[in-house]
């Protein structure tokens, strides 16, 4: 089984364990995930599965190594043509171009099914189209109307102006103004709402997770390894 | 139960979501996250805020671990050459 096969050891492992500790997390609590509503469609066992089985992982990696190594023949091709780059500056475009080559992956793996995947992908075409921001409109939480008439001594009836501002539920309690910060935090979920917010935040979340492990042992293995293959 | 889903499904409006679907969200999201505090996973309320608080900083450090390793994964790339590539690859598929 495992000892047999020597190479992907380092992914192997780490996935079996953490599938087997949040199997029994998630087996512990299954009436909260049947509660779900249609709506929500995701289950709690379901997204867990999805970002914690081998396959995914396998696929994940697989893509994060095309990913990479086109970044890597990107910057290198952009070296022969402009030597003029300076290392530090290009180390940190290139550090960011492979944050979004993984982001880019992360997102692929997700299959389209996700808010915030889509909107990885989309940014990145949007990106290079951007115009001018659109002005954010500003939204008084309290609802004032005022209206006052005065009398004759004003000069015939002044009315003072209502100002009927938009209800904003999001601004009102704490909690609120909490999930939009954490609309804002998850790619594309700034105007979402609430449940929508916190279905994707808990797939992002699994998502990262499943990121930071991929990357971590794809470093172990680049840093391990000194000797030339045999 | 079930009426409550077809109750919900029925409504479309964005404020119309009962608050029990909210919570079982909450509660999803708070089994998501490190348990640094409770160890015995306390089986009543937690607080909404205190979640999402966690959830914030959570995602916030784990999108600063994934910018930290991939620089690094930046610097090793550069250094590597094709046959280590080869090498990495033959061992994933």
């Not at chain 1, 659109?134 to 004032?144: C, D, L, N, Q, S």
């Not at chain 1, 102006?161 to 909690?175: A, E």
């Not at chain 1, 594309?188 to 917010?197: A, F, L, N, R």
Request: aromatic share 2%; proline share 5%; glycine share 4%.
């Amino acid at each position: 089984m495992a000892d047999t096969e020597q190479p992907p050891t380092n992914l192997n492992r780490s996935s079996t364990a953490l599938v087997r500790r949040k199997k029994s997390l998630s087996a512990s609590s299954p009436s909260s995930s049947r509660g779900n509503a249609a709506s929500v469609s995701t289950g709690d066992g379901e997204s867990h599965a999805r970002w914690r089985s081998e396959k995914q992982h396998r696929n994940y990696s697989a893509k994060l190594i095309q990913a990479l190594k086109q970044v890597r023949r990107g910057s290198s091709s952009t070296f022969s043509a402009a030597a003029t780059s300076p290392p530090p500056m290009a180390a940190q475009k290139r550090g960011k171009a492979v944050r979004e080559a993984a982001d880019r992956a992360l997102a692929v793996s997700a299959r389209g099914r996700t808010l915030w995947s889509r909107a990885i992908l989309a940014n990145r075409i949007k990106l290079k189209f951007r115009k001018h921001k659109r002005p954010r409109r500003t939204v008084i939480p309290a609802v004032t109307t005022v209206v006052a008439v005065t009398g004759a001594s004003s000069g015939g009836g002044r009315k003072r102006r209502v100002s009927v501002v938009r209800l904003n539920k999001k601004s009102l309690p704490t909690v609120n103004r909490k999930i939009s910060v954490l609309g804002r935090l998850v790619p594309g979920c700034k105007k979402e709402s609430v449940p929508v917010i916190l279905e994707e935040a808990t797939d992002y979340i699994q998502a990262l997770e499943m990121q930071v492990r991929a990357m971590k042992s794809l470093v172990e293995l680049l840093s391990g390894s000194a000797p030339p293959p045999i | 139960m079930s009426s409550r889903r077809s109750r919900s499904s029925r409504q479309t409006g964005a404020s119309m979501i009962s608050e029990d679907q909210i919570n079982d969200l909450v509660l999803q999201l708070h089994r998501l996250l490190p348990e640094l505090g409770n160890n015995n996973r306390r089986s009543g309320k937690v607080s909404a805020s205190k979640v999402l608080q966690e959830t914030c900083t959570y995602i916030r450090n784990l999108n600063k671990e994934v910018d930290d390793l991939s620089e690094r994964l930046s610097q090793l790339l550069e250094s590597t050459d094709s046959a280590q590539a080869a090498l990495i690859r033959s061992l994933l598929m």
